[in-house]
T-cell receptor
Framework: DAGITQSPRHKVTETGTPVTLRCHQTENHRYMYWYRQDPGHGLRLIHY???????DKGEVSDGYSVSRSKTEDFLLTLESATSSQTSVYFC???????????FGPGTRLTVL | KQEVTQIPAALSVPEGENLVLNCSFT??????LQWFRQDPGKGLTSLLLIQSSQREQTSGRLNASLDKSSGRSTLYIAASQPGDSATYLCAVEEYGNKLVFGAGTILRVKS
């Protein structure tokens, strides 16, 4: 996992509640990413960061926000969780210049 | 919009067989292509990365090829083993260091 951890690993919450997922990396990677994985869709990019306080939207960003105040931490927030956001969320990190992305172990989120 | 397709969606083979997994992409303007392995309930492990200027990469029993002009990549697994059972994902890297994934091929190797 190249030093990438995610917390929590599992979470069950109710519709309408705010949820924050945390990604932490120890390798000083410049880029960090949040993906969601759903059956039949592979992984889809939610948001990514190309430096501290520099973030941009991915393919499925609606309903999600992110923040990166330190190189090592990238937070994903669901402001008001919906059942359609039930998914497995993966964080990844990497350097620029056509290098590999390294993935965390994932967070399984269930919104009831 | 880049689309990545993996065929077959699932594959079951007896131990010892050689097999090929296929990946196709619609836009040839990629920087690299990665093959990942995912075990049930786990994260992704990078297997091979092929730069856009390369034609293939090898690691042990795995060989990945890339034909950028036709938008295709294959992952060849030689002498398959039950421990190879997993989901295999391919992903292409686009401008901005962003990956676009296929839906994966679920491989089962029977002993």
């Amino acid at each position: 996992d190249a030093g990438i951890t995610q917390s929590p690993r599992h979470k069950v919450t109710e519709t309408g509640t705010p949820v924050t997922l945390r990604c932490h990396q120890t390798e000083n990677h410049r880029y960090m990413y949040w993906y969601r994985q759903d059956p039949g869709h592979g992984l889809r990019l939610i948001h990514y960061s190309y430096g501290v306080k520099d973030t941009d939207k991915g393919e499925v960003s609606d309903g999600y926000s992110v923040s990166r105040s330190k190189t090592e931490d990238f937070l994903l927030t669901l402001e008001s969780a919906t059942s359609s956001q039930t998914s497995v969320y993966f964080c990844a990190a990497g350097q620029e210049g056509y290098n590999e992305q390294f993935f965390g172990p994932g967070t399984r989120l269930t919104v009831l | 919009k880049q689309e990545v397709t993996q065929i077959p969606a699932a594959l079951s083979v007896p131990e010892g067989e050689n097999l090929v997994l296929n990946c196709s992409f619609t836009d040839s303007a990629i920087y690299n292509l990665q093959w990942f392995r995912q075990d049930p309930g786990k994260g992704l492990t990078s297997l091979l990365l092929i730069q856009s200027s390369q034609r293939e990469q090898t690691s042990g029993r795995l060989n990945a090829s890339l034909d950028k002009s036709s938008g295709r990549s294959t992952l060849y697994i030689a002498a398959s083993q039950p421990g190879d059972s997993a989901t295999y994902l391919c992903a292409v890297e686009e401008y901005g260091n962003k990956l676009v994934f296929g839906a994966g091929t679920i491989l089962r190797v029977k002993s």
